[in-house]
Nanobody, 113 residues
């Protein structure tokens, strides 16, 4: 299994970014997928999950700001991040709901104040 990520970058507070993750491997259709992040000096955190049937969960700190979605025809998940805040600066990763697959390269998201 491989996760190939796109998006991310530097944005001012209040701005938006969209992350994409293409899942290469035979796990996408039957697994819930998630976005994780690791901020400097902190451990990894699960940010959002989407099941193979479209059920969604978010960590409280991103509710109303982030939207996770998936395109089952493209083996891709997305994370739309709106109204970004500096404390959301982190490296963002995608993985399945267990977080047990080999991690991809991650995507740096930097929010300036």
């Amino acid at each position: 299994v491989q996760f190939v990520q796109f998006g991310g970058g530097l944005v001012q507070a209040g701005g938006f970014l969209r992350l994409s993750c293409v899942v290469c491997g035979n796990i996408f259709s039957r697994n819930a997928m998630g976005w994780y992040r690791q901020a400097p000096g902190k451990g990894p955190e699960l940010v959002a999950l989407i099941s193979n049937l479209g059920s969604i969960e978010y960590v409280d700190s991103v509710k109303g700001r982030f939207t996770i979605s998936r395109d089952n025809t493209r083996n891709t998940i997305y994370l739309q991040m709106n109204n970004l805040r500096p404390e959301q600066t982190a490296i963002y990763y995608c993985n399945d709901w267990t977080g047990s697959r080999p991690w991809g390269q991650g995507t740096q998201v930097t929010v300036s104040s």
